[in-house]
Every structure is written in C-alpha cells, then in structure tokens.
C-alpha cells in the first residue's frame, strides 16, 4: 500500500518536495525559457504529456523518442522525467492496450511515477534549437531564419540560412555532413559541380521550406527527411540534401541538457544511452 501511495502522489504532484528536489515545472521550465510552447505549431503536441506539472523528480532522462527502452533506462537510471523531441501521444488515443508496446510503457511509467515531456516544434523554432547546431557545425555567417514565426523579432521560426565561412564542393559538403551526422546514407537531388557558397538547414520534415530557401539565396538545402516529389521539384536550381530524420534531430538531446545544466546546474540530467535511429539500412 505504501509504494501504491507513493507512486500515486508523485504522478499527482502531492508528494513532499523538498530543498534539493526540483518539480517538473521547474525542469522543463528550463526548456520553456528558449523554447515557449507558444512557438508550437497547431498540429503538435508539445508539453507535458504524462504527469503533474508538480510531480517533484530527482532525475531527467533526455531522448528523441520515448521508446520502451528508453523507459527501462529511466526505471533502471531512477529518471522520474523523461523529456523527448518528439511527442510520445501526437495523435488521439482512442484505447490503450497493455500487450502493446506502447500500451506496455505506459503502464510501466505509470508504475514508476514517470512523467513524459515533449519539446516539438516548438524548439524546432527556437533561435537555439537543433538549426543553430547545424548553423554552428557549418559555422554559417550572417544567419536569418528561413521562415519567420508571425509576429517574432528573435529569430525564431523555421530553418536557418546563411553564408559559409569558405566555398566547398557538393561533395565536401556532403562528407562533413555524413561525419558530423553519422548517417549510413544521404540522399539528394544530384551533382552538377556546384560550388557552395550558402546554405539553408532545417531539422527534421524540412523540404516545405525549399520556395523560402530560393528566395533567400541558397544554393542547397540541407534537412532531415523529403519525398520523392520534394527531389523532383528542387531540380534544377536547388539542391536538395536529405540526413535522415533521427540523423538530423538527434542533437536537441544535447541542447536540452545545456537548456536545463545552464539554470540548475547540480540536477540530474542524462542523455539516453539506448535510443537508436528506428530506420535501418540494408
């Protein structure tokens, strides 16, 4: 009775918080302070999605996705939160089966008081988010962003563009990419002999930004997932660079743990050491 209390009050917010401890409110509010969940697009789920907002935690497990190894990891770590990139629920849930694998680690964060985190698009838009490290890899100059937010004058929004330090051939570009990456492949549009001057990037589903890229100059545009058509329609004029989506967006792992280090310095904070990228290549 006693463990079923205290998970209970931790999943409720009621347990005892005390001088060393920090809610998670407090946690994500550091994220929040880059990255507010008003810069979050309609369609998303950005937030809290599981727990109280005063569930007090000890720990905080970062990922890209929640997985069922990720919540193992943050039952066996002692993680009460875990924050991730990608929402766990973005769509409607109409039941919840625990055979599932989703259904399973539900009730398994249920279990253990573990609250969800999402930190979506709303940090995708963040001056700070996963584009300004690849801003900062090409070391880009004279930095807009590609796709304002309505009304923003901080550089927030969608995608980033600038100038290179120095010229680089297609292929140079595309070997820093794959190093700095880790991806198995990169797909693009084609080789012409372009030597690349200046360059567009956006983490993640990025190719709806190839007609703002065009007008900003750019030369190529480097994101983390496009369709077929998204190649057809960049040729001949724009060259199109595709990561991968996990390959491209991993990184916001990191930019969470300098959001949340940088105002609470002696809090717990991991990044997940079992997630991998879900696409495997053959």
Not at 28 to 54: C, F, H, K
Not at 89 to 110: E, Q, W
């Amino acid at each position: 009775m006693d463990d079923f209390k205290s998970t209970a009050d931790r999943l409720t917010g009621t347990e005892e918080v005390t001088a060393d401890r920090l809610t998670v409110a407090e946690v994500t509010g550091a994220i929040e302070a880059v990255a507010p969940l008003r810069w979050q697009e309609s369609y998303d789920n950005a937030g809290l999605i599981l727990g109280s907002p005063q569930q007090p935690v000890d720990k905080a497990l970062l990922c890209t996705d929640i997985t069922p190894d990720v919540v193992e990891e943050a039952i066996a770590e002692g993680a009460g939160l875990i924050i991730a990139h990608h929402p766990a629920i973005f769509r409607g849930l109409k039941k919840i089966d625990p055979t599932t694998p989703f259904g399973n680690m539900l009730r398994r964060s249920l279990e253990h008081g573990i609250a969800w985190y999402a930190a979506h698009t709303n940090f995708d838009n963040a001056p700070t988010g996963v584009n300004a490290y690849w801003a900062d890899r090409l070391e880009l100059r004279q930095r807009a962003v590609l796709e304002p937010l309505p009304g923003s004058e901080n550089m927030a929004g969608a995608g980033l563009h600038g100038s290179l330090p120095r010229s680089m051939s297609e292929t140079e570009l595309l070997e820093k990419l794959k190093a700095w990456s880790g991806a198995a492949c990169i797909r693009h549009s084609g080789l012409s002999g372009r030597t690349i001057t200046h360059v567009g990037v956006c983490g993640g589903s990025g190719a709806f930004l190839q007609a703002s890229a065009r007008r900003a100059g750019c030369q190529v545009l480097v994101t983390g997932e496009a369709k077929y058509h998204d190649f057809a329609e960049a040729m001949p004029d724009l060259w199109l660079v595709e990561l991968g989506h996990f390959e491209s967006e991993q990184f916001t792992k990191q930019r969470f743990y300098e959001c949340i280090k940088k105002k609470f310095p002696n809090f717990a904070t991991r990044i997940s050491e079992t997630e991998r990228c879900p696409v495997c290549y053959f």
